[in-house]
């Protein structure tokens, strides 16, 4: 069974820091990776889509690398902003569905 | 619609009684999804359609839990004889394909029972 793991549980950081947050997942036979952000009481918003044959994807300030033969996956956020404080949760599809791991609790401190 | 909807937002049910929860996906999606999501924890797999058909519910804990997507779109999630610990966030996603294309989800049915 596919496992993800993600380190590290909980992240605070001053405003305008680079940071990175990291995912690893244990079998390799993948679909695609997939970023979330989860606002508190709030549903999962999609960020970044990795297929499995593709090495990284950007959008804005984030850049998301994906290493399937390792099984990781970082998520870089640029000059973090108090706005991009949420939980970032990272999805691996495999077989019929997606595999999460328990998230990462960003605080970006104003 | 735009994306991914969910009712009710929130439900309040009394220990034992019987509750649905609906999901209406985003338009054309074939594949739909139910997860379960406790505090602190990441969503949990429940069942996967692939248009009219449940093509896996492995993550069905009990044969309390039941879904249904007869025409293909709608899906809505049957909870028999609801327990405490059924207490949790029910989280519906789509996607365009199965697995390989990117999934939005919905905002989530808190549901608590008491």
């Known amino acids: 069974k596919q496992e993800v793991t993600q380190i590290p549980a909980a992240l605070s950081v001053p405003e305008g820091e680079n940071l990175v947050l990291n995912c690893s997942f244990t079998d390799s036979a993948i679909y695609n990776l997939q970023w979330f952000r989860q606002d508190p009481g709030k549903g999962l918003t999609s960020l970044l889509l990795?297929?499995?044959?593709?090495r990284e994807q950007t959008s804005g300030r984030l850049n998301a690398s994906l290493d399937k033969s390792s099984g990781r996956s970082t998520l870089y956020i640029a000059a973090s902003q108090p706005g991009d404080s949420a939980t970032y949760l990272c999805a691996v599809a495999t077989g019929n569905q997606f595999y999460f791991g328990t998230g990462t609790s960003l605080t970006v401190i104003p | 619609g735009a994306g991914v909807s969910q009712t009710p937002s929130n439900k309040v049910t009394e220990k034992g009684k019987y509750v649905e929860l609906r999901c209406d996906p985003i338009s054309g999606h074939t594949a739909l999804y139910w997860y379960r999501q406790s505090l602190g924890q990441g969503p949990e797999f429940l069942i996967y359609f692939q248009g009219t058909g449940a093509a896996d519910d492995s993550g069905l804990p009990n044969d309390r839990f039941f879904a249904v997507r007869p025409e293909g779109s709608v899906s809505t999630l049957k909870i028999q004889r609801t327990e405490r610990g059924d207490s949790a966030v029910y989280l519906c996603?789509?996607?365009?394909?199965?697995?390989?294309?990117?999934?939005?989800f919905g905002q989530g049915t808190r549901l608590t029972v008491v």
């Open positions: 990795i297929q499995s044959s593709q």
């Open positions: 996603a789509s996607s365009l394909r199965p697995a390989d294309t990117e999934a939005f």
